[in-house]
């Protein structure tokens, strides 16, 4: 069945910094959806991206569709204490109808 | 708007007992999904409802997980003779469903968290 990774598992990042997160598919994806999961918190929708090689941004928050269609990444510049999180990247198949997530990225800011 | 509403918030239940989550999604959304997740994990896919379609229930850990979707509304996740490792949040979340390369969002709910003893 189709997978979906991401790394890393978990990104410890000194505040101000910039990070990037990765999403990898065992399969050509039709779109791909970004969610942010504050600690206690559940799942929220960040964006989605649907054309080969879209790029998205939102403030400090980058997102690439990958060319081929099987990757994603999220990149944060100048991290701040408010990224805490698990981000989660969840794809659909081109002939499927249900996304499914990958593992998530835990983000801890140090300050 | 209301947005996706579970119940309970929390269940604490003996070791062998049923136990019933019920979510309510928000109106109009055709597809519903349960997902299990446990402390610092990941969304553990359960079950997935779209509109009349047959459910895809190939998440489903046991044959001690059951779902139902009635009136394609209300959705309740049942557990039997529950054991310790089913201790987790479950939660459900719904959308508008897909339209050709485009997936609608999906809205999560508060989740249920159960505590098996």
């Known amino acids: 069945g189709q997978q979906v990774m991401q790394i890393p598992q978990y990104q410890h990042v000194q505040e101000g910094e910039d990070f990037t997160t990765y999403c990898n598919s065992s399969?050509?994806?039709?779109?791909i959806q970004w969610y942010k999961q504050r600690p206690g918190g559940h799942p929220v929708f960040l964006i989605q991206?649907?054309?080969?090689?879209e790029v998205k941004k939102q403030k400090r928050l980058t997102f690439q569709f990958g060319e081929a269609k099987k990757n994603s990444s999220l990149h944060i510049t100048a991290t701040q204490t408010t990224d805490v999180g698990t981000y989660f990247c969840?794809?659909?198949?081109?002939?499927?109808?249900?996304?499914?997530f990958g593992g998530g990225t835990r983000v801890l800011v140090k300050p | 708007g209301a947005g996706v509403s579970q119940s309970p918030s929390n269940k604490v239940t003996e070791k062998g007992k049923d136990v019933e989550l019920r979510c309510d999604p928000i109106?109009?959304?055709?597809?519903l999904y349960w997902y299990r997740q446990s402390l610092g994990q990941g969304l553990e896919f359960l079950i997935y409802?779209?509109?009349?379609?047959?459910?895809?229930k190939s998440g489903l850990p046991s044959d001690r997980f059951s779902a139902e979707r009635t009136g394609g509304s209300v959705s309740t996740l049942t557990i039997q003779r529950t054991q310790q490792e089913d201790s987790a949040v479950y939660l459900c979340?719904?959308?508008?469903?897909?339209?050709?390369?485009?997936?609608?969002?999906?809205?999560f709910g508060p989740g249920t968290r159960l505590t098996v003893t």
């Open positions: 409802f779209q509109g009349n379609s047959a459910p895809d």
């Open positions: 991206l649907v054309k080969s090689g």
């Open positions: 969840a794809g659909r198949r081109a002939a499927g109808n249900k996304l499914t």
């Open positions: 979340a719904s959308s508008l469903g897909r339209d050709r390369g485009f997936s609608y969002e999906q809205y």
């Open positions: 399969t050509t994806l039709s779109n």
């Open positions: 109106s109009g959304h055709t597809a």
